[in-house]
Protein backbone atom coordinates (compact mmCIF):
# COMPACT_ATOMS: atom_id res chain seq x y z
CA UNK A 1 0.00 0.00 0.00
CA UNK A 2 1.48 3.34 -1.06
CA UNK A 3 1.30 6.81 0.97
CA UNK A 4 -1.25 7.80 -1.82
CA UNK A 5 -3.64 5.18 -0.82
CA UNK A 6 -3.27 6.00 2.89
CA UNK A 7 -4.24 9.11 2.62
CA UNK A 8 -6.82 8.80 0.29
CA UNK A 9 -7.89 6.02 2.94
CA UNK A 10 -7.36 8.36 5.95
CA UNK A 11 -9.34 10.99 3.93
CA UNK A 12 -11.99 8.84 3.07
CA UNK A 13 -12.57 8.35 6.88
CA UNK A 14 -11.82 11.95 7.54
CA UNK A 15 -14.49 13.35 5.46
CA UNK A 16 -16.85 10.62 6.53
CA UNK A 17 -15.92 11.65 10.15
CA UNK A 18 -16.57 15.14 9.57
CA UNK A 19 -19.71 14.03 7.58
CA UNK A 20 -20.50 12.16 10.65
CA UNK A 21 -19.95 14.67 12.93
CA UNK A 22 -21.83 17.44 10.73
CA UNK A 23 -24.78 14.82 11.05
CA UNK A 24 -24.60 14.63 14.67
CA UNK A 25 -24.28 18.21 15.34
CA UNK A 26 -27.35 18.62 13.30
CA UNK A 27 -29.78 15.92 14.46
CA UNK A 28 -28.30 16.90 17.88
CA UNK A 29 -29.65 20.58 17.06
CA UNK A 30 -32.83 19.30 15.96
CA UNK A 31 -33.69 17.25 18.85
CA UNK A 32 -32.89 19.90 21.21
CA UNK A 33 -34.29 22.79 19.60
CA UNK A 34 -37.40 20.07 19.86
CA UNK A 35 -36.61 19.46 23.33
CA UNK A 36 -36.22 23.29 23.63
CA UNK A 37 -39.65 23.60 22.07
CA UNK A 38 -41.32 21.16 23.97
CA UNK A 39 -40.04 22.80 27.67
CA UNK A 40 -40.99 26.52 26.14
CA UNK A 41 -44.56 25.45 25.30
CA UNK A 42 -45.11 23.71 28.93
CA UNK A 43 -43.63 26.79 31.02
CA UNK A 44 -45.34 29.15 29.13
CA UNK A 45 -48.74 26.58 30.17
CA UNK A 46 -47.42 26.64 33.33
CA UNK A 47 -47.19 30.64 33.57
CA UNK A 48 -50.48 31.11 31.99
CA UNK A 49 -52.05 29.24 34.69
CA UNK A 50 -50.61 30.89 37.53
CA UNK A 51 -51.44 34.27 35.83
CA UNK A 52 -55.00 32.86 35.58
CA UNK A 53 -54.51 31.99 39.42
CA UNK A 54 -52.62 35.23 40.55
CA UNK A 55 -55.66 37.00 38.52
CA UNK A 56 -58.73 35.01 40.27
CA UNK A 57 -56.78 35.46 43.34
CA UNK A 58 -56.55 39.40 42.85
CA UNK A 59 -59.79 39.60 42.19
CA UNK A 60 -60.87 37.45 45.01
CA UNK A 61 -59.48 39.54 47.35
CA UNK A 62 -60.56 43.00 45.66
CA UNK A 63 -63.79 41.94 46.43
CA UNK A 64 -63.02 41.19 50.09
CA UNK A 65 -61.23 44.61 50.70
CA UNK A 66 -64.64 46.35 48.83
CA UNK A 67 -67.03 44.38 51.09
CA UNK A 68 -64.34 44.90 54.26
CA UNK A 69 -64.39 48.64 53.39
CA UNK A 70 -68.55 48.56 53.10
CA UNK A 71 -68.88 47.03 56.13
CA UNK A 72 -66.55 49.39 57.62
CA UNK A 73 -68.73 52.39 56.81
CA UNK A 74 -71.76 50.03 57.89
CA UNK A 75 -69.78 49.58 61.70
CA UNK A 76 -69.01 53.32 61.57
CA UNK A 77 -72.27 54.41 60.92
CA UNK A 78 -73.58 52.20 63.41
CA UNK A 79 -71.42 53.58 66.14
CA UNK A 80 -72.04 57.16 65.03
CA UNK A 81 -75.53 56.76 65.98
CA UNK A 82 -75.13 54.88 69.37
CA UNK A 83 -72.74 57.20 70.39
CA UNK A 84 -75.03 59.98 69.50
CA UNK A 85 -77.51 58.53 71.53
CA UNK A 86 -75.19 57.60 74.72
CA UNK A 87 -74.46 61.24 74.43
CA UNK A 88 -78.12 61.91 75.28
CA UNK A 89 -78.74 59.56 78.11
CA UNK A 90 -76.79 62.25 80.88
CA UNK A 91 -78.19 65.16 80.90
CA UNK A 92 -76.08 68.33 80.56
CA UNK A 93 -75.86 70.59 83.92
CA UNK A 94 -78.58 72.83 83.66
CA UNK A 95 -78.06 74.37 86.85
CA UNK A 96 -74.32 74.46 88.88
CA UNK A 97 -75.18 72.27 91.96
CA UNK A 98 -76.98 69.11 90.78
CA UNK A 99 -75.43 66.06 91.66
CA UNK A 100 -76.27 62.32 90.29
CA UNK A 101 -79.54 61.93 91.94
CA UNK A 102 -80.87 65.44 89.95
CA UNK A 103 -79.08 63.19 86.29
CA UNK A 104 -80.91 60.13 87.76
CA UNK A 105 -84.64 61.91 87.69
CA UNK A 106 -83.69 63.42 84.06
CA UNK A 107 -82.85 60.00 82.97
CA UNK A 108 -85.47 57.94 84.30
CA UNK A 109 -88.12 60.21 82.86
CA UNK A 110 -86.93 59.55 79.17
CA UNK A 111 -85.94 55.82 79.86
CA UNK A 112 -89.10 55.23 77.38
CA UNK A 113 -87.42 57.45 74.65
CA UNK A 114 -84.24 55.74 75.19
CA UNK A 115 -85.50 52.15 75.05
CA UNK A 116 -87.28 53.21 71.89
CA UNK A 117 -84.40 54.65 70.50
CA UNK A 118 -82.36 52.11 71.31
CA UNK A 119 -84.56 49.35 69.30
CA UNK A 120 -84.42 51.81 66.23
CA UNK A 121 -80.63 51.63 66.57
CA UNK A 122 -80.61 48.07 66.41
CA UNK A 123 -82.97 47.22 63.75
CA UNK A 124 -81.02 49.40 61.79
CA UNK A 125 -77.40 48.84 62.74
CA UNK A 126 -77.04 44.98 64.29
CA UNK A 127 -75.97 43.82 61.44
CA UNK A 128 -73.10 46.04 61.80
CA UNK A 129 -72.40 45.77 65.49
CA UNK A 130 -70.33 42.92 67.23
CA UNK A 131 -72.40 40.47 69.31
CA UNK A 132 -70.63 41.98 72.44
CA UNK A 133 -71.70 45.29 72.07
CA UNK A 134 -75.31 43.93 70.91
CA UNK A 135 -75.35 42.40 73.71
CA UNK A 136 -75.05 45.21 75.90
CA UNK A 137 -77.57 47.49 73.85
CA UNK A 138 -80.29 44.76 73.98
CA UNK A 139 -79.51 44.62 77.54
CA UNK A 140 -79.70 48.73 78.07
CA UNK A 141 -83.01 48.62 75.79
CA UNK A 142 -84.67 46.05 78.20
CA UNK A 143 -83.60 48.00 81.50
CA UNK A 144 -84.95 51.00 80.25
CA UNK A 145 -87.75 49.19 79.19
CA UNK A 146 -87.78 48.10 82.93
CA UNK A 147 -87.44 51.14 84.20
CA UNK A 148 -89.82 52.82 82.42
CA UNK A 149 -92.48 50.36 83.25
CA UNK A 150 -91.58 51.74 87.20
CA UNK A 151 -91.24 55.26 86.37
CA UNK A 152 -94.97 54.84 84.73
CA UNK A 153 -96.27 53.50 88.00
CA UNK A 154 -94.55 56.09 90.14
CA UNK A 155 -95.77 59.39 88.11
CA UNK A 156 -98.89 60.11 86.24
CA UNK A 157 -97.80 60.96 82.79
CA UNK A 158 -93.75 59.84 83.14
CA UNK A 159 -92.73 63.02 84.75
CA UNK A 160 -91.80 63.72 88.24
CA UNK A 161 -92.97 66.47 90.10
CA UNK A 162 -90.32 69.34 91.09
CA UNK A 163 -89.05 68.05 94.06
CA UNK A 164 -89.58 64.64 93.89
CA UNK A 165 -87.30 61.72 93.49
CA UNK A 166 -87.37 58.15 91.81
CA UNK A 167 -87.86 55.31 94.19
CA UNK A 168 -84.69 53.47 94.97
CA UNK A 169 -85.75 50.58 92.41
CA UNK A 170 -86.16 52.85 90.13
CA UNK A 171 -82.45 54.73 91.32
CA UNK A 172 -80.91 51.24 90.52
CA UNK A 173 -82.27 50.67 87.24
CA UNK A 174 -81.11 54.21 86.29
CA UNK A 175 -77.78 53.25 87.85
CA UNK A 176 -77.66 49.77 85.58
CA UNK A 177 -78.89 51.42 82.48
CA UNK A 178 -76.27 54.08 82.50
CA UNK A 179 -73.62 51.33 83.04
CA UNK A 180 -74.72 49.10 80.47
CA UNK A 181 -74.67 52.13 78.39
CA UNK A 182 -71.22 52.95 79.54
CA UNK A 183 -70.33 49.39 78.44
CA UNK A 184 -71.56 49.58 75.18
CA UNK A 185 -69.97 52.82 74.52
CA UNK A 186 -66.54 51.32 75.42
CA UNK A 187 -67.15 47.79 73.74
CA UNK A 188 -68.15 49.82 70.39
CA UNK A 189 -64.79 52.23 70.79
CA UNK A 190 -63.33 49.37 71.02
CA UNK A 191 -64.29 47.60 68.14
CA UNK A 192 -63.56 50.56 65.85
CA UNK A 193 -59.79 50.69 67.09
CA UNK A 194 -59.15 46.97 66.93
CA UNK A 195 -60.31 46.91 63.17
CA UNK A 196 -62.03 43.73 63.41
CA UNK A 197 -65.69 42.82 62.99
CA UNK A 198 -67.09 39.75 64.24
CA UNK A 199 -70.48 38.82 63.36
Known amino acids: MSWDDAL ?10 IVSAAIAAWIGNLVSSRVMEKQKAMLAEQLETHKDLLLREADRNRLLLKRQEL ?25 PDLDWSDAQV ?19 HSVALSKE ?12 NSGSVEVA ?16 IVCK ?4 FHELMQQAESQIRLDLKAGTFDA
Open 71 to 95: MFEREFDASVAFLNLHNNVVPESWA
Open 153 to 168: QETEEGDYAPGDYPSD
Open 106 to 124: RIAEKLCTHERDLKKLLDK
Open 133 to 144: ARKLISSAKSTA
Open 8 to 17: KIVGALGGVG
Open 173 to 176: IVDE
